[in-house]
Nanobody, 124 residues
Framework: HVQLVESGGGSEQAGGSLRLSCLIS?????????MAWFCQTPQKEREGVAG???????ICPDSLRGRIAISADKANNLLFLQMDNLKPDDTGVYFC??????????????????WGQGTQVTVS
């Protein structure tokens, strides 16, 4: 049974930082699997924030470049999202996602097989 559990969300002031974590269990060796973070708000569908594969990281919207970093510790089945210089528009529920190797865009929501329950990020 594959489980993804996010942590690290919370309330933060604009300009601050948060580091989200996602612990993956039940999947086996992550190998060539691909992972990503998505954000959902009441006003918008779940959108890609950043993804990572063996080829490296990708930031999904250009507007987040310089403020967002995605990384993975595959040996310990962990995925991270570092968010700096937070803005109120970053507010939302952040989900981690996992899929086997695919040639689909890392930012393509519908291509992911496994999802966490989400962690709330509120920036004021």
């Amino acid at each position: 049974h594959v489980q993804l559990v996010e942590s690290g969300g919370g309330s933060e002031q604009a300009g601050g930082s948060l580091r989200l974590s996602c612990l993956i269990s039940g999947y086996g060796p992550l190998g060539t699997s691909q992972m990503a973070w998505f954000c959902q708000t009441p006003q918008k569908e779940r959108e890609g924030v950043a993804g990572i594969s063996v080829a490296g990281p990708r930031i999904c919207p250009d507007s987040l470049r310089g403020r967002i970093a995605i990384s993975a510790d595959k040996a310990n089945n962990l995925l991270f999202l570092q968010m700096d210089n937070l803005k109120p528009d970053d507010t939302g529920v952040y989900f981690c996602a996992l899929r086997p190797f695919s040639r689909e865009s890392l930012c393509e929501r519908e291509s992911y097989t496994y999802w966490g329950q989400g962690t709330q990020v509120t920036v004021s």
